[in-house]
């Protein structure tokens, strides 16, 4: 327990003068910030809403079209249709429509639409199943958007796919890249160039010695997908630096609060 404590006292002290994480935790919106009026999941409102309510950064998933081209969808598939296998046009029939009534958003609308928040965070999630040469070309004309629109420095890098986060590392080394699989320790993703974890919050309940290790490291840690006031106070006294949430103005209260709770984390 006493080895416990020191480790939660280490990892808050070197969250308060860590080199982003000096500004204090921070909320990320899951998706952009959806559960709200007008907006949907993934959507340019979710962008926009995370950006208005001031958060600091705004998560969403990116897949490659059959005909090469990047949008903005969680899953493989969108309304039935294999995204890999089907062209844009096709993705952006009028028919189909994201749950507020916006057609199915491209990168490129994404980041211009991103202007508007200069200051907010695009956390840029890449799906990929591992295909090294789908990765490639995903990543190549990503980085092409990125510079298109001059957003470049405001991109956090997320992925399952190890190879993918190793790829994105290597080529924008200044980009802060974090893997999400959970499963490897900050040390190994240290040596490979990657450093951030973005771990599911059972991770750091069950290992919290690796929000430490991380710090040490130099590396920030997110956590996801926390929504419960009681579990954002308990990753918060962990001292995660980032919270991704789909309840970011929740989220927001309770670190301007700055009270956590007495909650034990262990
Ligand atoms: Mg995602």
Known sequence: MKKLLLILFAGCLLAACGSETNTGPRVVAHRGYWKTEGSAQNSIAALLKAGEIGAYGSEFDVN???DDQLVINHDFSYKGLPIRETT??????????????????????????????PELKLIFELKSKGDP???ATAIRKSIEAFKRYGVTKRIIFISFSL???KEFARLMPRNRVEY???????DELKKMGI?????????FLSRPEWVVEAHNL???????????????????????DEVTTNVPELAMRIIESGDFGQINPY
């Not at 450093?195 to 991770?203: A, L, N, Q």
């Open 180 to 186: 999400l699989g959970g499963e490897i320790a900050p």
């Open 133 to 135: 040469e789908y990765e």
């Open 163 to 165: 190879s993918a986060c």
């Open 218 to 240: 130099g590396m920030t840690v997110n956590v996801w997908t926390v929504d419960e006031e009681d579990g954002i106070k308990r990753l918060l006294l962990l001292g995660v």
């Open 64 to 66: 490659l079209t059959a």
């Open 88 to 117: 844009l046009a096709e993705l952006r029939n009028d028919t189909l429509r994201l749950a507020n009534g916006e057609i199915l958003p491209t990168l490129d609308e994404y980041l211009e639409a991103s202007l508007q928040y």
């Open 195 to 203: 450093d951030g974890i973005d771990y599911h919050y059972s991770v």
